[in-house]
């Protein structure tokens, strides 16, 4: 399904348009997520083409439904690039997709952004990562769960790709603090209510201190749900997420979401200047109701970022367009983010928050500076991440 965006306003209204392709889900188990993605990829482009555009010239974007397949993914990938006359694309949330896309981008001499969190150890030239790497949250989030709830850990995600590499990436963790994995499991995406009850049955024989979820989007409500049928207290034995966005709360209720915990760059109730007036315009263009994930910051960013370099290389083509992007920066509604040269990740800023009985994320630890981007975990370890947040990284 395509839909053609309008080109904007600005002084260069009238002259060829940059095109750019847009790759986001409205229809499948991650399309909360993913809307919200392509509605802050949407507002860039509004305020970029308000702005003037690049060059005096719009930015226009076409966009098309992939429905969370990543056969469809590639597909869609091949058209932009070879029939619509595209060098730059926007989107995919699973690594699934990006993975199923990233060898038609590097084939076709395009360049792919993509706005989510990921489970790293991976370098492509052809794509700018600009969703947190692991040690931009998932060793943060390692750190605060052992000191605050126990060592003893059960993991449960999705059948894919991310999921397998993240709970890998968690074990690792917990074993450098001597801690245990107690069980690890896998439910299909769309899994029945039922394959989620049968999972709380063997965190109850296992007897954990946390459950690590890599579920995905609509799934995790069902994770939730059985999680409060089950019993279990939050404050004795949390979910604990990196996939838990506001887009995954809207779909519960207030109850099965309290006391739970994530880690992000960015939360919608984020209280700095910045991160206000996104939430606003957000909202403004969106709907008042409609969830501002870090996934859609992260959209929202990169788009402010590659125009930034297209402004300055006068070019769309990969090459030029990457060599201007490493002195970009962006003061973003997390904060400041640049995209580091030598790997093509972004600086970020990692932060902890547990949901509120309002079912709202509140802040409970913020790393206090940007962290520069180290998807392989060569500089990392567990002692650098104090629990109390006074101990910050690494510039």
Known sequence: MRADFPAGGGSGAAATPWR??????????????????????????????????????????????????????????????????????????????RKAVLPVVEAR??????????????????????????????IQLASYLLRHYGNRFFLIGSDYVYPYESNRIMSDFVRQSRGQVL???????????????????RVREARPDVIFSTVVGADTAKLHAAHHAAGFDAR??????????????????REMARGHITAAPFFETLGTPAARRFVAAFKKRHGV?????????????????????????????????????????????????RIEPANHHAWLRPRIAQIGADGRFHIVWDAGAMVRPDPYCVAQNLDDWPADGRRFALS
Request: include cysteine; hydrophobic fraction near 40%.
């Open 20 to 97: 750019v392709g847009l790759l986001f889900s409205a229809t499948g188990v991650t399309s909360g997520v993913e809307t919200s993605q392509l509605g802050g990829t949407r507002l860039a482009i509004d305020e970029i083409n308000a702005a003037g555009g690049v060059r005096g010239r719009p930015v226009e974007a076409i966009a098309y439904d992939p429905a969370c397949d990543p056969r469809a993914f590639r597909r869609c990938a091949e058209r932009l690039l070879t029939t619509d006359g595209v060098r730059l694309i926007f989107g995919c949330y699973m690594s699934s997709t």
């Open 236 to 253: 004795r034995l949390p979910i604990a997420s990196l996939t838990t966005s506001e887009a995954e709360l809207a779909l519960m209720p």
């Open 183 to 201: 069980g690890e499991t896998y439910v299909p995406l769309g899994a029945p209510e039922a394959a989620f009850a049968t999972v709380m049955e």
């Open 289 to 337: 109701h409609r969830p501002v994930t870090a996934a859609a910051e992260a959209a929202y960013v990169q788009m402010h970022l590659a125009m930034q370099a297209l402004e300055r290389a006068g070019t769309d083509a990969p090459e030029p367009l990457l060599a201007a992007l490493g002195g970009c920066g962006f003061d973003a509604p997390q904060g400041r983010v």
């Open 109 to 138: 001499d395009g360049l792919l952004f993509y706005p989510t969190l990921y489970e790293g150890f991976e370098y492509s030239p052809r794509c700018v990562y600009t969703g947190a790497a692991p040690n931009q949250n998932s």
